[in-house]
């Protein structure tokens, strides 16, 4: 069984188009989070939710806002996509005992491409 | 803030040799915890090892040793007898503690290694 999953796994778009990456986790975790890698590979937080609240939110433009229905669920919806949006999404999904320090697991990533 | 620097952008190893990637990190904190994960061309990222700065004990995970200097604030991953597989981009990361709420990792701009036959 799948830990983490997101989809899609590829996503090829127009400039100015709304679009939704979805994630879910099968492990029971409370914590779920997204990271951006751009084209240089440079991997960085966008958001994280504890239960279903937000925690992080990095300096992300406004037209990025994540979901979580439920704590198993975030989703990532991006409106009026721009050519610097093209980057690969990677959810991730982590304990929360307590202590600030449970290993982060992640999804397969999104390659998102904006034409 | 916390800062994670990787000063090889690309290493290679010969087969069954050791290699060793450098990681340096900087952070007012004494306690937190640091990592190496793997991303082969797959993408998939994957936990290779963890070490936790209040133990004074190197982490080993098979083949992949750390070398963790506290005082230097360095975090470097030595892999020996080397194998193809290991061919993949590397990031050294270091976990941001908010006061025991689950925080977010912090990435260094990765090694590339390659392996050669």
């Known amino acids: 069984d799948t830990a983490v999953s997101q989809t899609p796994k590829y996503l090829v778009t127009q400039m100015g188009n709304d679009k939704s990456i979805k994630c879910e986790q099968n492990?029971?975790?409370?914590?779920m989070y997204w990271y951006k890698q751009d084209s240089k590979k440079f991997l960085k937080i966008m958001f994280s939710?504890?239960?279903?609240?937000?925690?992080i939110n990095e300096t992300v433009p406004n037209r990025f806002s994540p979901k979580s229905p439920d704590k198993a669920h975030l989703n990532l919806h991006i409106n009026s996509l721009e050519l610097g949006d093209s980057a690969v999404y990677f959810c991730a999904s982590s304990r929360n005992s307590g202590t600030g320090r449970d290993e982060q697991f992640f999804g397969p990533g999104t390659r998102l491409t904006v034409l | 803030a916390q800062t994670v620097t990787q000063s090889q952008p690309e290493m290679s190893v010969q087969e069954a040799e050791t290699v060793t990637l450098s990681c340096t990190y900087d952070?007012?904190?004494?306690?937190?915890?640091l990592f190496w994960y793997k991303q082969p061309p797959s993408r998939q990222m994957i936990l290779v090892i963890r070490?936790?700065?209040?133990?004074?004990q190197n982490a080993t995970e098979n083949r992949f040793s750390v070398n963790f200097q506290k005082a230097a604030k360095s975090f470097s991953l030595k892999i020996s007898d080397s194998q193809l597989g290991d061919a993949a981009m590397y990031f050294c990361?270091?976990?941001?503690?908010?006061?025991?709420?689950?925080?977010?990792?912090?990435f260094g701009k990765g090694t590339k290694l390659s392996v050669k036959p």
């Open positions: 952070t007012s904190e004494s306690d937190y915890y």
């Open positions: 990361a270091y976990l941001v503690n908010y006061g025991g709420s689950q925080g977010n990792l912090i």
């Open positions: 070490q936790e700065a209040y133990k004074q």
């Open positions: 492990l029971g975790h409370d914590t």
């Open positions: 939710y504890n239960n279903k609240e937000l925690i």
